[in-house]
């Protein structure tokens, strides 16, 4: 299985900022994901980040409002840009492992003021 | 679309008690199943899994099988603990998208 860690792990943002979230993987993977847990919610998918390629957003969500990097297949980046406090949340990077199973990081767990 | 229902939650036990949490998924094709699990303040887990038809997946004591002709992946333990209290997400990947049951709060008492 492959170790994911996330940066920050907390934090408290005040509205019209914005944050970026660091994902850390210790094996190259090809697709990395970014998801949304809204608090006592399920998880929604963001975006699907590919290493060289532009990131895939899902229905809701858009570019300008969560840029996505994927420098290398170890490393991704989520900015959750112009914060307001609907945007409070858990954030959530998983990696594709094998053909079928995804694994996650701890989570970056966002509050806005 | 694919979907995974989870059984309505929460739910409350007492130690040593027996555990069901029902899930039933619709999905074309053959996808492989999960259950993840949610500690306090944590992220998803990988808690077990099946790719077929009559798959059992098992792991700390947990165990779900896959039935295909009855669209299930239910979670079982026999005897749970107060360590065990998580939210539980059953989930389905159709390709490499994974779709998620809305999460099941158990809380284990001693």
């Known amino acids: 299985s492959a170790v994911i860690s996330q940066k920050p792990s907390r934090d408290i943002c005040q509205r019209g900022t914005s944050l970026t979230i660091q994902c850390q993987v210790d094996?190259?993977?090809?697709?990395m994901f970014w998801y949304r847990q809204q608090p006592g919610q399920s998880l929604t998918l963001i975006a699907t980040?590919?290493?060289?390629?532009?990131?895939?957003?899902e229905s809701g969500f858009v570019i300008d409002k969560f840029p996505i990097s994927r420098p290398n297949l170890t490393f991704s980046t989520l900015t959750v840009s112009n914060m307001s406090p609907e945007d409070s949340s858990i954030y959530l990077c998983?990696?594709?492992?094998?053909?079928?199973?995804?694994?996650f990081g701890p989570g970056t767990r966002l509050t806005v003021l | 679309g694919d979907s995974v229902t989870q059984m309505e939650g929460p739910v409350t036990l007492s130690e040593e008690a027996f555990l069901t949490i029902n899930c039933t998924y619709t999905?074309?094709?053959?996808?492989?199943l999960f259950w993840y699990v949610q500690y306090p303040g944590e992220g998803l887990q990988l808690l077990l899994k099946?790719?077929?038809?009559?798959d059992k997946g098992s792991n700390k004591g947990f165990e779900a099988t896959y039935r295909k002709e009855t669209t299930s992946f239910h979670l079982e333990k026999g005897s749970v603990q107060v360590s065990d209290s998580a939210v539980y997400f059953c989930?389905?990947?159709?390709?490499?998208?994974?779709?998620f049951g809305e999460g099941t709060q158990l809380t284990v008492n001693p």
């Open positions: 998983s990696v594709q492992w094998g053909p079928d199973t995804q694994y």
């Open positions: 099946a790719t077929k038809a009559d």
């Open positions: 989930a389905l990947t159709s390709g490499s998208r994974l779709t």
């Open positions: 980040a590919n290493q060289g390629s532009e990131a895939t957003y």
């Open positions: 999905a074309t094709g053959y996808p492989s």
């Open positions: 094996s190259q993977v090809t697709m």
